[in-house]
């Protein structure tokens, strides 16, 4: 017999990860009191953990990718424009 995977919200994954970080209870006792099996807690614990250098970086690591992935777009974008400048100036006779 099949059963139906069961998806779960970012606010209960939230809710049962701060309730493992807060080390009151065990991951076993964190688990049953959710209805999760253990793995997934600490897979949760885990990523919180994780997540949390991102909130206290304030967002300067995305920040600076996204600005870098822009420089490279407009860097391409002034080749294109180059090329085709070039191309037109050749179609004159320049």
């Known amino acids: 017999m099949a059963t139906k995977r069961r998806r779960f919200t970012a606010e209960f994954k939230k809710r049962v990860a701060l309730d493992a970080l807060r080390g009151d209870h065990t991951i076993q006792a964190v688990a049953a009191k959710h209805q999760v099996h253990p793995s997934q807690v600490s897979t949760w614990k885990r990523q919180a953990v994780e997540g949390l250098k991102e909130?206290?970086?304030?967002?300067?690591?995305?920040?600076?990718?996204n600005h870098e992935a822009r420089i490279r777009e407009l860097h391409a974008k002034i080749g294109e424009l180059?090329?085709?400048?070039?191309?037109?100036?050749?179609?004159?006779g320049r």
């Open 82 to 92: 180059t090329v085709e400048r070039d191309f037109f100036l050749r179609g004159l």
């Open 55 to 65: 909130v206290f970086s304030n967002g300067r690591s995305k920040r600076e990718k």
